[in-house]
């Protein structure tokens, strides 16, 4: 019989969520690439007998496979080169500071501030903060060849050797990824109405959240590419409408959740029918065979289906009768201006990238001034746990402590036992890949999967073998221990600021999106996407939650405590998109006291929990006639005030 734990030895909730592995699938793909792209350039110096070069053109190699996680060919272009152009500037900057002292510590000080307010304006850009830092690090911990700026130009080239890899098949395989992404939303749609109306609660919530996340990707990728376009290709073009089309469809499926009624089967297997015809676009698309609608619920999902697919069908598509349900983008010039300014203006940028400036300061001090053997490697942990974007400080530095343990020992191994020379190309083209692979599982297996390979690669450029494991592992857990003391337990208020600022302007929205979508003159595009708006922040403030969920007390406990209240939002969400659907289908209106009731009590909750640290309960007052269609919404409003947590 199985031993079970005593409640005492029972490990805490936030500790398992930390160990825990992710499911995710392999991306063979890009497992083959950082096998090339890190195992070629090293067989290239040792050939030409210059192995230090070699060396550096697989750690830029690395920094490239860390950012090759997109699908489509443009957005791949954007996450491994924009990087790797201010990873070269980090380098440059790094070399130019090494063996100054004080002058080298303000200047990767000063870079870590720039470093850490960049990273707050997406992903692309938190990416290339993070490799101007780190190749600012490593310039100035290390001595590099010679001239200037020969490092630069070889990490810069591995970096741009997998954006090669990366973009071979474009030319056979362009356009795929985007239409692979439509058809998996067109997927996702499907489970969801198969568990609308159903007692399996939780399944819908988890089917809502997946087409919400599949959404997202699908829009991020055409839109991406609709910038530079313009609307003048026509297969984008098509796409753009296709995914615009299932909106009605989203739309529909809370008010078939809230009518407590199973669909029938055809319809979830007409939509599948319709995303294998977008995945394919040469599948026969045979008119869906849907019952007699009888419900104001029932002519939403029929009308929705039935232009859903006309659209899939249609042959050709009018570029000027598209509306980007998310807003056209901007010209490239006028993000750039727009984030610049964000960046400066705003307190949660200055406030990252103060804390990143400080622990970035004391771990450079260490390494350049105090007399004792320490290296840039409590820099680059710092730098690598103190991104508040990429997860839980406490739990990177958590699972930075274990990977490093883990990919020690397996560095152990290979320093002993593998000569130096052509071997180093074999175990490095064999280690490479397990870095994409275990990457997704999560941030302590990414580290002991790239622990074992940075040392392989410093072994090259030092030689200095076993003698450095214990040191690696002492400036590890040295930075750690800065990353947690200077950049976490210091700032006891980031928790609030990062997740309870964002679901009070959650709130705030919502009432604004309650006025719209029954309010006289609302353009019915503008209306989709301030819906499609609001489900993305919603999106991004549950993902803040889980990583709070995983810090210990007492933030985790505050995240648990508060968690009901983002399920709550997301229900209010949903139960307004249901009303609005309902009323479009001939349920009666409601009045302008209805909705101004509804929009008043929204932003009373959401000044109370931008001012709140410990939720409390609030008076609710919403009264109404019980056959309004305001009425369940009116219900989850108040559900969400009456949230308490202990004090």
């Known amino acids: 019989m199985p031993r079970e734990f005593t409640i005492g030895l029972t490990p805490p909730d936030w500790l398992v969520r930390n160990l825990r592995p992710q499911q995710a699938p392999v991306n063979w793909a890009a497992a083959a690439r950082a096998a090339i792209a890190m195992a070629l350039p090293l067989a290239v110096g040792l050939a030409a007998d210059r192995p230090a070069y070699g060396a550096l053109a697989a750690m830029g190699a690395l920094s490239g496979v860390i950012g090759d996680t997109a699908d489509a060919y443009r957005m791949r272009i954007l996450n491994i080169a924009v990087p790797q152009l201010f990873g070269a500037v980090g380098v440059t900057l790094g070399t130019l500071a090494y063996g100054h002292g004080w002058y080298a510590v303000a200047a990767v000080t000063g870079v870590a501030l720039v470093s850490g307010m960049i990273s707050t304006i997406g992903a692309v850009a938190s990416v290339s903060g993070l490799l101007l830092l780190l190749n600012c690090v490593v310039g100035a911990g290390l001595p590099l060849p010679s001239p200037w700026w020969l490092a630069p130009a070889l990490m810069t080239g591995g970096g741009l050797l997998v954006l090669l890899l990366a973009l071979l098949a474009w030319p056979l395989r362009a356009g795929v990824p985007e239409r692979t992404a439509v058809a998996a939303t067109y997927r996702a749609v499907a489970d969801l109405l198969a568990t609308a109306g159903t007692d399996r609660a939780e399944a819908y919530e988890e089917a809502r959240r997946a087409v919400t996340q ?16 313009h609307g003048r290709s026509p297969d984008l073009t098509r796409l753009l409408a296709q995914l615009n089309a299932i909106t009605p469809m989203i739309e529909a ?38 019952p007699v609608p009888t419900t104001e619920t029932a002519r939403a999902v029929d009308h929705a289906l039935r232009h859903t697919a006309e659209v899939v069908a249609a042959p050709d598509v009018d570029p000027r009768g598209i509306d980007d349900r998310l807003g056209r983008p901007a010209t490239l010039g006028v993000r750039t201006a727009g984030a610049a300014r964000n960046v400066m203006l705003s307190a949660n940028s200055w406030r990252y990238g103060v804390r990143l400036a400080l622990c970035i300061g004391l771990a450079q001090a260490l390494v350049s001034l105090v007399p004792v053997p320490r290296s840039y490697w409590v820099a680059l942990t710092v730098t690598f746990v103190l991104k508040p974007d990429f997860g839980s400080v406490f739990s990177r530095a958590l699972m930075r402590a274990v990977g490093t343990v883990a990919g020690l020992v397996v560095a152990a191994v290979i320093l002993a036992e593998v000569p130096l020379g052509w071997w180093d190309v074999v175990v490095l083209f064999l280690l490479a890949p397990l870095i994409p692979a275990l990457t997704p599982r999560g941030y302590g297996y990414q580290t002991a999967a790239i622990t074992p390979v940075i040392l392989l690669l410093s072994d090259v450029l030092n030689r200095q073998g076993t003698a450095l494991l214990l040191p690696r592992l002492n400036d590890s857990l040295l930075g750690c221990a800065i990353a947690l003391t200077a950049g976490y337990l210091c700032w006891p208020e980031s928790w609030h600021t990062r997740v309870g600022d964002r679901l009070a302007d959650a709130v705030a929205d919502t009432a604004v999106y309650v006025e719209k979508a029954f309010g006289p003159g609302t353009d019915p595009a503008a209306r989709a996407r301030m819906r499609r708006r609001l489900y993305r922040d919603l999106s991004t403030i549950r993902t803040e939650f889980q990583r709070a969920l995983t810090e210990p ?3 985790g406990r505050r995240a648990a405590a508060w968690w009901p209240l983002v399920v709550a939002v997301e229900r209010i969400v949903d139960a307004t998109t ?23 009590q929204l932003r009373e909750l959401a000044e109370g929990v931008r001012r709140a640290r410990t939720l409390t309960a609030v008076r609710t007052d919403l009264t109404g006639p019980a056959d309004s269609v305001l009425e369940p919404l009116r219900q989850e409003v108040a559900a969400a005030r009456s949230i308490t947590s202990p004090r």
Do not use: F, W
Not at 586 to 599: D, F, H, M, R
């Open 253 to 290: 499926a809370p008010a078939a959740h809230l009518a407590a009624r199973p669909l029938c089967p055809q319809i979830p297997e007409a939509v599948r029918a319709l995303a294998r015809r977008v995945a394919t676009d040469t599948a026969p698309l045979p008119p869906p065979d849907l």
């Open 553 to 555: 007390p007492p933030t």
């Open 214 to 229: 599949s959404l997202n990707e699908s829009y991020d990728l055409i839109l991406a590419r609709r910038a530079r376009h």
């Open 578 to 600: 249901a009303a609005r659907v309902r009323v479009k289908h001939g349920a009666a209106a409601p009045s302008a006291a209805e909705i101004a009731q509804v929009a008043l």
